[in-house]
């Protein structure tokens, strides 16, 4: 069965530190892995994904993710963080050639970045 | 500013109200999806529409009931709601290839319901 966890319900940083917001799937035969971003009162925005190639992917407003297929996770990163970074975080994973009906979406991380 | 626009983004209705949302995409997706999304829950599927054609109902009470015209059009009529139906509903769209497969969802801005 599919999977997917955030283990962190909010993360707090300061305004220009590095952030890292975590997640850790498990899915049948190759993932692919996407972050969404949502902020108040909004619909999720798509912010990058890893289907295949450098397990380093870059994405909107300077996020980037590391795949790592041994420890089964798609941290998401970026290396100066900014007030204007503080919204809700998910995680989700499908297996590849699965429809997008079968995506799974992680329980969120709240991200909030001090001035 | 999205592709995906949602109407109304804020609905208030009695329990026996009829009402709908709608969405309409703008991005030549094949595909269409409705979500829920409610406090402290994960993000949950309603229904898809692939092609116009429902593909997934997962097991959504009556009182919920889609309509696809066209791909880009997606409707969510609602008929005697129950408070706890309140939530953010989501509507995405996507691009499904011959076999079924999908790239990354699209979301609109949602359309926040209140059942009174």
């Known amino acids: 069965a599919q999977s997917v966890a955030q283990p962190e319900d909010q993360v707090n940083v300061a305004e220009g530190n590095p952030l890292t917001v975590k997640c850790t799937y498990s899915v049948s035969g190759n993932p692919y892995l996407f972050w969404y971003v949502q902020y108040p009162n909004r619909g999720l925005q798509f912010l990058l994904k890893?289907?295949?190639?450098?397990?380093l992917v870059k994405g909107s407003y300077g996020f980037e993710a590391e795949f790592n297929k041994s420890q089964t996770s798609f941290h998401l990163k970026k290396p100066s963080a900014l007030v204007s970074d503080s919204a809700l975080y998910f995680c989700a994973v499908r297996a590849e050639y699965s429809s997008a009906s079968k995506i799974i979406f992680g329980s969120g991380t709240r991200l909030s970045i001090r001035p | 500013e999205t592709g995906v626009t949602q109407t109304p983004r804020h609905l208030v209705m009695g329990m026996t109200n009829k009402k709908s949302l709608k969405c309409e995409q703008h991005?030549?997706?094949?595909?269409m999806y409705w979500y829920k999304q409610s406090a402290k829950k994960p993000l949950e599927l309603m229904f898809v529409y692939n092609f116009k054609e429902q593909t997934e109902n997962n097991s959504v009470p009556s009182r919920f009931s889609p309509e696809c015209p066209n791909s880009s059009h997606l409707f969510l009529h609602l008929h005697t709601l129950q408070p706890e139906d309140s939530a953010l509903y989501l509507c995405a769209s996507s691009q499904v290839g011959l076999a079924g497969e999908a790239g990354e969802l699209f979301f609109g801005e949602g359309s926040r319901l209140t059942v009174l």
């Open positions: 890893y289907i295949t190639g450098d397990n």
């Open positions: 991005l030549g997706h094949n595909a």
